[in-house]
T-cell receptor, first 111, second 116 residues
Framework: GEDVEQSLFLSVREGDSSVINCTYT??????LYWYKQEPGAGLQLLTY?????DMKQDQRLTVLLNKKDKHLSLRIADTQTGDSAIYFC???????????FGDGTTLTVKP | GAGVSQSPSNKVTEKGKDVELRCDPI?????LYWYRQSLGQGLEFLIY????????KSGLPSDRFSAERTGGSVSTLTIQRTQQEDSAVYLC??????????????FGPGTRLTVT
């Protein structure tokens, strides 16, 4: 089955850019998602990218997709303390409707 | 409109007891998912419903776990003879589907289960 990997922790200073990386194994993946989980809350979709795109920008968020290397990244510009959360990469493969989630990257933003 | 709701929000139970967790998906969402999130861990997929049927039960950890969905809406996850390792946050999500487009999953706030 699909395997999705993320680094577990990232720490940045307020105002810097954050880059969260994700790798996956299923080359037939269709949609790739980034979710955010704030403390004590459920997950909330931040953004997604379709597999025929290599970049998507949405305000402070930039998603880059390298299909050849099966690598997805999320860049947060001008990171704020409110961005501190766990970020999950999720990949939807051939089984439409079912996404495989990574273990999440805990982003800590220091003032 | 209302989001995904789960009840109870917290459940403390004694080892060996059965528990039932409930999920109310967003109205009109045909797909429903159960996940488990242990402390400091990622999401562990448990089961996926499309309508009332479960095409993928591959994540259920043991035969003590079962889930059902009736009327294409509410789902219950039942854990029999609970064990301490069942302690976790159980998350439910729902999405539109099948069809074209991205399957954004809308998550509930979770049920925190503690087995003593």
């Amino acid at each position: 089955g699909e395997d999705v990997e993320q680094s577990l922790f990232l720490s940045v200073r307020e105002g810097d850019s954050s880059v969260i990386n994700c790798t996956y194994t299923d080359s037939s993946s269709t949609y790739l998602y980034w979710y955010k989980q704030e403390p004590g809350a459920g997950l909330q979709l931040l953004t997604y990218i379709f597999s025929n795109m290599d970049m998507k920008q949405d305000q402070r968020l930039t998603v880059l997709l390298n299909k050849k290397d099966k690598h997805l990244s999320l860049r947060i510009a001008d990171t704020q303390t409110g961005d501190s959360a766990i970020y999950f990469c999720a990949v939807e493969g051939t089984n439409a409707g079912k996404s495989t989630f990574g273990d999440g990257t805990t982003l800590t933003v220091k003032p | 409109g209302a989001g995904v709701s789960q009840s109870p929000s917290n459940k403390v139970t004694e080892k060996g007891k059965d528990v039932e967790l409930r999920c109310d998906p967003i109205s009109g969402h045909t797909a429903l998912y159960w996940y488990r999130q242990s402390l400091g861990q990622g999401l562990e997929f448990l089961i996926y419903f499309q309508g009332n049927s479960a095409p993928d039960k591959s994540g259920l950890p043991s035969d003590r776990f079962s889930a059902e969905r009736t009327g294409g809406s509410v789902s219950t996850l039942t854990i029999q003879r609970t064990q301490q390792e069942d302690s976790a946050v159980y998350l439910c999500a729902s999405s539109l589907g099948p069809g074209d487009g991205a399957y954004e999953q809308y998550f509930g706030p979770g049920t925190r289960l503690t087995v003593t």
